[in-house]
């Protein structure tokens, strides 16, 4: 089953902070983040394993808690070049090398 | 090097054409992936290769025909698709990592190339 993100959509003034959450059915074994812009392919952001990690990456950071097989994404102080869609990728704990991305967030940031 | 090249960038192909998308990475890395997206999807998975072998088919039609030559390519062949296979075909590639339990491959953060971008009429 594909992960479920909130919100769908989200715009955002310059300077202004959001949340961007994921949440599996399943017991997962990492979560990684990815942005796409426009007619351009998903590029890394960071990956989570299992242990309720916190990771920090700029003005971006993102927490799983593996109990609620949820991960959410911080974005903080929002640039315009933070405009895209988001996907959660998941990794069940029985998977096996297969990455399934979630239903998606598209942010706009707007000066 | 850290890319990962995919051509054609384009292609539109008749029902009947056969074709093929061709994907190629210098990074190293064993796990090479076909991913498809719809406009406003996620992507989604197709088919995995790990160390050049098809450990994973994501119970894909026949018409899609994936082949990894050597650990940097990796190749989709495509006959007889429909018109609801038109698609951005997206190929990715990463480091394989063991689970410390087990003996699981799992996976690194993915690198993905720009796509084939396909039309089939």
Redesign the interface.
């Known amino acids: 089953q594909?992960p479920v993100q909130s919100p769908q959509a989200v715009i955002l003034r310059e300077g202004e902070d959001a949340v961007i959450n994921c949440s599996s059915s399943k017991a997962l074994?990492?979560v990684?983040w990815?942005r796409q812009k426009h007619g351009?392919?998903?590029?890394?952001l960071m990956?989570l394993l299992k242990g309720g990690e916190q990771k920090g990456h700029d003005k971006i950071s993102a927490s799983f808690n593996e109990k609620k097989q949820q991960s959410s994404l911080y974005l903080t102080a929002s640039q315009l070049s933070y405009s895209g869609t988001y996907?959660c990728?998941t990794?069940r704990s029985g998977?096996?090398?297969?990455?399934?991305?979630?239903?998606?967030t598209k942010l706009q940031v707007i000066p | 090097d850290t890319e990962v090249t995919q051509t054609p960038k384009h292609l539109v192909m008749g029902m009947t054409n056969k074709k093929s998308l061709k994907c190629e990475q210098h990074m190293g890395h064993r796990?090479m992936y076909w991913y498809k997206q719809k406009a406003?999807?996620?992507?989604?998975?197709m088919f995995?290769y790990?160390y050049e072998k098809l450990?994973?088919n994501e119970s894909v039609p026949s018409r899609f025909s994936p082949e990894c030559p050597n650990s940097s390519l990796l190749n989709l062949h495509l006959h007889a698709l429909q018109p609801e296979d038109s698609a951005l075909y997206?190929c990715a590639s990463s480091q394989?990592r063991f689970?410390f339990t087990g003996n699981?491959?799992?996976?690194?953060?993915?690198?993905?190339?720009?796509?084939t971008q396909l039309s089939v009429l």
């Open positions: 594909q074994y990492s990684h990815y351009e392919a998903p590029v890394f990956i996907f990728g990794e998977g096996y090398q297969k990455v399934t991305f979630g239903t998606g | 796990a406003k999807k996620p992507p989604e998975l995995v790990s450990s994973i997206l394989v689970r699981t491959a799992t996976n690194e953060k993915l690198f993905f190339g720009s796509g």
